[in-house]
């Protein structure tokens, strides 16, 4: 059975950088047709979808958050990772990594990671 | 970029049958897959519905989904509902390089 789980800071200060990293488990990250997401929620609101990565490398982004974001894939240790730049407080969210199959559904949930940006 | 629009909320009585729109701003809703998700509070997301109208394994058939092309939305219908399926729903869908979801359905089983 697949398994995804998010890791990382739970508090960022503002200006800083979020980083998190999904560990992919039961499954290779390296399969054709399947792309790795990171989708966020703040508190009490909707999803967002925040960016995706292939294996290869190839890495797809949100445009409202496309020059803060930076997605990377590690198919030797099984894991790809988020970074966020210059975070504030509207960044305060549970973070989810997602398998999307075909760049359609995302069959596939970490549990999510809560970040909360504070000083 | 295009946006999907879902009601904000829905109720409706156990056993009865409820629907769920989601409209899409621009571009034709026929031309890329929607996809349905249940997320329950405390809980990551699942697939209730993907490809427009395909149930996974596990997801009972009282779910369905539906396209329209004439109002440019995707429905999701629940039939027979119980309490059980009370839960903030989401449609996505996606272009070449973009993964969009709608704002999200609360659904109340009074």
């Known amino acids: 059975q697949l398994q995804l789980q998010e890791s990382g800071p739970g508090l960022v200060k503002p200006s800083e950088t979020l980083s998190l990293t999904c560990t992919v488990s039961?499954?290779?990250?390296?399969?054709?047709?399947?792309?790795w997401g990171w989708i966020r929620q703040p508190p009490g609101k909707g999803l967002e979808w925040i960016g995706s990565v292939y294996y290869s490398g190839s890495t797809y982004s949100n445009p409202s958050l496309k020059s803060r974001v930076a997605i990377s894939v590690d198919t030797s240790k099984n894991k790809f990772s988020l970074r966020l730049s210059s975070v504030t407080a509207a960044d305060t969210a549970i973070y989810y990594c997602?398998?999307?199959?075909?760049?359609?559904?995302?069959?596939?949930w970490g549990q999510g990671a809560l970040v909360t940006v504070s000083s | 970029n295009f946006m999907l629009t879902q009601p904000h909320s829905v109720s409706e009585s156990p056993g009865k049958t409820v629907t769920i729109s989601c409209t899409r701003s621009s571009g034709s809703i026929a031309s890329n897959y929607v996809e349905w998700y249940q997320q329950r509070p405390g809980s990551a997301p699942t697939t209730v519905i993907y490809?427009?109208?395909?149930?996974p394994s596990g997801v009972p058939d009282r779910f369905s989904g539906s396209i329209d092309s004439s109002s440019n939305s995707a429905s999701l219908t629940i039939s027979g509902l119980k309490t059980e399926d009370e839960a903030d729903y989401y449609c996505q869908s996606y272009d070449s390089d973009n993964q969009v979801f709608g704002g999200g359905t609360k659904l109340t089983v009074l």
């Open positions: 490809e427009d109208n395909q149930r």
């Open positions: 997602a398998r999307s199959r075909n760049w359609r559904d995302f069959d596939y």
């Open positions: 039961g499954g290779s990250l390296s399969i054709i047709n399947y792309y």
